[in-house]
């Protein structure tokens, strides 16, 4: 059989990867000093897992650690001393080029402290010689204590070694402070950088989602469906996705966190995807439902347009001095109308919402943080008040409807899930989506898939 040939070229993304620029690294370090104030700080990434005899999970860096690097090999550990003198400072892998031949170039720490702005870079087994001279005569150690056992041992160790030394006239830190209170708060504002990424990776992700619903058509299976935003994500330059893809068909699309198996997508059921992929440590997070056929049914359609109308509202919330909870209140009380509106529900407006009665449809939160996580770090009350809204703040918008087979619900709309979700940047006059391009109205989904 001869195969025709195909020009390299051919349906292959021009992939634009902006080179790396170490200044927001270096001013995030910066800011994080400042806040300090004074104390050392220690910062460790994660190390490889192994999954199978001498096989590992694909490693990925630790998160606040790389919002401070930029850095993205295993074993590493950033060490800043804050005061009149501050200081960044890697320990790291040594270069060893024998290793590189199996595992791929390594940095060392020459060239991590030029390539990162750092001040000065170590090798990795320096560690427990250095640090306990860093941290003499200062008053404070900013640290994740309780993230991890092994790390909280090192910590002590070093402490102790500090403490050891006072009769030489060393003091040693009196106190160990949860440098996540800091790096939490820097985190919830993004900065351009950081925006630049979200926005290829939810571009990346509209993208797959359009392909996954061109792709779909009774008789698939939801792996497969699966995969075609994989190879999306891929071909995009993502390098993972941002979290376990959910690919519901049917029933599936009613289990919260659910996970793609093999389910036949059937003609007349909807399908829930809930994917997004992860650029350079960012993730995006989008969900769409539609249906398998592309064409919705009566009941489907109802309750689509019931969460899209709830989605506006909560988007409609979403702006600068909103607190956090007001998207969320926003979209329950449209959610909580159409239920009663469709006979689900009886029983009035303030009756069902004191009550809680919608929660037997939609149980789960309009929305969460999003960034170097995918469910990202930061607080959502302070002192005791839902958090406002300021520019910057990136979150998602994703209200829902699950409707299970009972004895007093239509049968019509037995198995009915659908959630819509996409990603908001609060602006300085509102919200900017960043997702949008994922086709979402009614008309969309189905112009599109008429036309696959």
Known sequence: MRLEHVPATAQIPQI???AFDATPWAARRAELLRRMGSGVAVIPTGSEVL??????FPFRFDSYFYYLTGFTEPDAVLVLVAGEQPQSILFCLPKDETRE????????PDAARDTFALDAAHTLDALDEVLPKLMADRDAVWYSLGHDAAWDARLNGWLNAVRGLVRTGVTAPEAVRDVRVLLDEMRLIKDAS?????????AISCRAHARAMRFTRPGVREFQVEAELLHEFRMGGAQSPAYGSIVATGANACVLHYRADSAVCADGDLLLIDAGCEVDGYASDITRTFPVNG???GPQRDCYELVLAAQAAAFAATAPGRHWNEPHD????????GFIDLGLLQGSLDGVLESKAYSRFYMHRTGHWLGLDVHDAGDYKVGGDWRPLVPGMVLTIEPGCYIRPADDIDARFHNIGIRIEDDALVTADGHDNLTQDAPKSLADIEALMRDR
Do not use: C
């Not at 926003?330 to 109308?337: E, S």
């Open 16 to 18: 634009d990867i902006p």
């Open 51 to 56: 999954r199978n005899r001498d096989a590992h």
């Open 101 to 108: 031949i199996w595992d791929g170039y390594r940095y060392g």
């Open 194 to 202: 950081e925006l630049a990424t979200m926005r290829r990776a939810a």
């Open 295 to 297: 064409r919705f049914s």
């Open 330 to 337: 926003a979209a329950v009380k449209v959610l909580a109308q």
